[in-house]
């Protein structure tokens, strides 16, 4: 009986040694809940379903065992239960499970004759009680230790970060859900393994390597109190199917009461996203200082050319400088001003002033515009006749046309012809710009529409730009709730495409 750990088969099995030893017809098990309300959990000779009948006898035991069990009370009750179950009991025995002076329930059993135990039979009978007191005790320890257990695993498998425990020898002994996805190896692959099996490092950033470490003396023999001496460790995880990925690790030791280690618990982070955002800093530093060096470079050169006292312009060299002044000031102004909008955009999101907006009018001035400054790239424009008029912000979709048209001409660097083209159907405009420069590789058109982002080649190193363009043109698009997108063949050029909704918009 004490040897058994589920908590059902032991009330089954006491009952029926208990029925048997007293002969009796009929048997029950009250079990204290937390409370210390006794409640039926088990049956003899009566069908479970009619457990709720025997609530009379379980009514104020809690209160009359301290006082031991008041017999004459019970049998009142018992004539009551034998009613409803329609048998004839003529006598209850009631074996108090006691351990620890803690009262875990009581062993009723109900008989169809009435002989009174002698004094003898009581202290059999207690000692089986004893025994069975120490049967639903441990089951139950058992029973509340696999909950726990259980919870733990659950709470290890929906972690969002990846976590696995070491024993001593370096093998995983756990290793949970989010772990499988960040490593690429399912927990039964896994578990048994040893660590350096799983966590194999292409690069380390930062941090000695846990094996090394361990090689090191790691983890400082610490006493039980103090914080646990972790390591951590930082870099790209080779992945079975070839790719990486960048995490932190955090290990931090369970020590025995002796100092060794007993566990290793290792904490798994993806850090994807926060080195995708350190390194667009930096990009953005080095970015913004080279963008903003080069003009004013320009305005001071020129300036100091201008002022010397020691020469004489004519006219025409001052017109030129001047005009190169200003131009580069007004670049300075558009970076600025790019910046701005890029930093607003993540604070607030992007505010439109609505009105009229003829695409055709303003793709047309724009190309006049970017003609007068290119005589290698030939601008055609082919609009759809009797184009409509969309509702939306003007001041912003010239931006967008002047920066597609801009980057079609600093990305196709032989020159040739950019085609500006606008159709329509019954829900929506579309507005195109094609040219036939340097395009753009499959993987990276993924990217050209975050912040920052310039395709690393010769090309974008030598030509001015801060990866904002393609990014604003995006937010204003969707904005309007259109699309912007990109389609390309490296080395044979490529078309940016947008299309804007219709809705509230009329024909010029
Ligand atoms: P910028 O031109 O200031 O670098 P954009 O956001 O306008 O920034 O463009 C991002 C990147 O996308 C550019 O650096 C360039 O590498 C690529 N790109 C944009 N337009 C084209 C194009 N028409 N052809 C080839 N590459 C382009």
Redesign the pocket.
């Known amino acids: 009986m004490t040897s058994q750990l589920n908590l059902d088969s032991v009330l089954r099995l006491i009952l029926k040694s208990a029925a048997a030893m007293l002969s009796g017809e009929v048997g029950l098990i009250a079990l204290t809940d937390e409370e210390g309300n006794f409640k039926a959990k088990a049956t003899f000779g009566v069908e479970a379903d009619r457990l709720h009948l025997f609530a009379p006898v379980l009514e104020d035991i809690g209160d009359a065992y301290g006082a031991g069990l008041n017999y004459e009370e019970l049998d009142l009750k018992m004539k009551v239960v034998a009613r409803a179950l329609d048998i004839r009991l003529r006598q209850v025995i009631a074996l108090p499970m006691v351990i620890h002076d803690e009262n875990v329930g009581v062993i009723f059993v109900f008989r169809t004759y009435r002989v009174d135990p002698n004094p003898n039979d009581t202290a059999v009978l207690q000692s089986f009680a004893d025994q069975a007191a120490v049967a639903v005790h441990n089951a139950r320890l058992y029973q509340t230790v696999s909950a726990e257990q259980m919870r733990l695993a659950a709470i290890l498998d929906h972690s969002a970060d990846g976590i696995m425990i070491l024993d001593s020898q370096g093998r995983i002994t756990r290793f949970n859900k989010a772990l499988g996805r960040i490593t690429g190896r399912a927990a039964s692959e896994a578990v048994g393994h040893m660590h350096d099996m799983v966590i194999v490092w292409n690069r380390i950033e930062q941090g000695t390597p846990l094996g090394a470490a361990l090689a090191k003396g790691w983890p400082r023999p610490m006493p039980t109190e103090a914080p646990p001496d972790t390591l951590y460790v930082e870099g790209d995880l080779a992945r079975p199917d070839g790719t990486q990925l960048s995490v932190g690790i955090t290990y931090a030791p369970l020590l025995a009461e002796d100092g060794r280690v007993h566990n290793i618990i290792a904490n798994v982070r993806d850090i994807t996203n926060f080195r995708k955002a350190q390194q667009m800093q930096s990009t953005f530093i080095s970015?913004i200082s080279h963008e903003l060096k080069t003009p004013v470079a320009l305005i001071k050169g020129y300036a100091g050319t201008l002022r010397r006292e020691d020469a004489k312009w004519d006219t025409n060299t001052i017109k030129n400088s001047l005009k190169v002044i200003e131009e580069e000031a007004d670049r300075l102004t558009a970076l600025i001003e790019n910046l701005l909008a890029a930093s607003k955009l993540q604070a607030e999101g992007m505010r439109l002033s609505l009105g009229d907006v003829r695409l055709d009018v303003l793709a047309a001035r724009s190309v006049e515009r970017f003609q007068m400054q290119t005589k290698t790239h030939k601008l055609v424009i082919h609009f759809a006749p009797n184009f409509p008029v969309i509702q939306g912000d003007e001041t912003r979709l010239r931006q967008v046309i002047d920066?597609?048209i801009?980057?079609?001409i600093?990305?196709?660097p032989k020159g040739g012809e950019i085609r500006i083209s606008g159709s329509f159907d019954a829900g929506s405009v579309m507005v195109a710009?094609t040219?036939h420069?340097?395009?753009?590789s499959q993987e990276?058109q993924e990217?050209?529409?975050q912040r920052f982002?310039?395709?690393?080649?010769a090309?974008?190193r030598t030509?001015?730009?801060?990866?904002?363009?393609?990014?604003?043109?995006k937010a204003v698009i969707d904005a309007h709730r259109g699309t912007l997108a990109?389609e390309?063949q490296p080395g044979k050029?490529?078309t940016?495409r947008f299309t804007l909704p219709r809705q509230g918009s009329r024909t010029a």
Do not use: C
Not at 437 to 440: E, L, S
Not at 453 to 457: K, L, N, P, Q, S
Not at 463 to 473: E, P
């Open positions: 970015v920066n597609l801009s980057n079609a600093k990305y196709s710009v040219d420069g340097v395009g753009i990276d990217h050209v529409f982002f310039r395709v690393e080649d090309l974008s030509t001015q730009g801060t990866g904002l363009g393609l990014y604003l043109a990109v390309s050029g490529a940016f």
